[in-house]
């Protein structure tokens, strides 16, 4: 028995409506939509009215897939009413994904009135900040490092409201995008690196924020713009048009480089996404397109070489390297040699290895017909433990290719990430074991040859996207922030 998902797992989504009677329908929608960066649990705070006109809210959450967590529909009429909303889903990062109490948003009350925050992303000074709120006498209801942030903005002695979420906000380090609700606004805000994505859009005459674009879509709202680092947006009933949306920086000084997650064009975002200024899915095919240069494959015999991806991750990026292919006159196909099952369910796909422990054969089987005699490249994103590619390998073996070659369009993963992306432990990382020698890692997974893009291949095929703005830490152990290396997913755990 294996790992059946040998991805890094990623952050959150997260979305935000304000100002329309669907506010929690529109919500499902957008997590529907944003499932891939989250599928352990889902949550909804809509903000309503009660009887004396007073600003209430109400939340509804649950762990699993959006459509398990909101399969009654009577949720909508009586539960989540009102016009307003913000939802998240969640792949733990920080906090146990045991614990129900971390499935956010998460809402106080607290003398300015209700706040709801959904947060996507890993702050890498919680355990410091969470330490001095203990010592001063806040209690903590979750074990996430989200909660911090509302006692910091509890905790506020300024009286302006939006003054008290920037004081709170200035004090956070590492990676948040934000959204946040409160009795009369729907705030958005992003860290001044810009590590995770988030766009504002409008719907029928109505603001909404997300993580992907792709959120947008499934409610037909238009994009306007990206939140951008180090910004806070405000939108409340006076906010008619874009130009009235107030945008405030977070920090006056906050004038250092952008350092956007490069995961999110190579594997996590979908790629009918458009973020960091531009098509995940251009970006995923240059990816190909630039793997396919450095690293052609040609059949021994002069036979047509046959290209598949890994369903769905590498799909794109597998069109732009057998296209490249094609271009240098190396004669190719695109093939669908693995077919994956979509119907596992969730409890294959939960975090925890215990928990993951399945054979691949559930997850992919073989087209025998497509692969035998054939010289076979196997186009992936990127190899974490290896375990699962190692597997693949074996799977595809049985159909007797030529030979298996293996193209993967990132770097080899050497070190852990602390903005949010859920890598196992550095010792699990294949990479990292193999002290980065990729014949060694060649020779255990039993291919014919193994090439991974550089560092600063990854980075000439993102150029469009000013690949100086990007993180890559860890492909290259190069922090953006002081990160604490002693840090832990669970770290909180009481
Ligand atoms: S360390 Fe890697 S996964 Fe984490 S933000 Fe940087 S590039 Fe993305």
Redesign the pocket.
Known sequence: MEIISDK?KCHCGIFGIFGTDDAAINTYYGLHALQHRGQEASGIVTRDYNENNKAKFNIYKGEGLVSEVFADSKVFKNVLVGSSAIGHNRYSTTGSSESLNNIQPFVVHYRMGNIAVAHNGNLTNAKQLREELVNEGAIFQTTSDTEVILHLIARSRLNDQIEQIKEALAKLEG?FSLTILTDNKLIAARDAFG?RPLSIGKVNGSFVVASETCAFDIIAAKFIREVEPGEIVVIDEDVKEVDQIKSIKLKDDTLHNQRH???EYIYFSRPDSFIFGHNVDKMRRRLGKILAKKYPVKDKDGQKVIVISVPDSSNTTALGYQAQLEKQGIISKLEIGLIRSHYIGRTFIQPGQEKRKIGVRIKFNIVKGVLEGRTIVIVDDSIVRGTTSKQLVNLIKEAKPKAIHVRISSAPIMHP?????DFPSKDELIANQMNGDVKEIERYLGVDSLEYLTIDEMLEAISEANSSNF?????SGNYPTEVDASFKKEIYEL
Do not use: D, L
């Open positions: 890094p990676a590590f997650c490069i995961f990430c602390f903005y949010g992306m993180c890559t830490a860890c492909f």
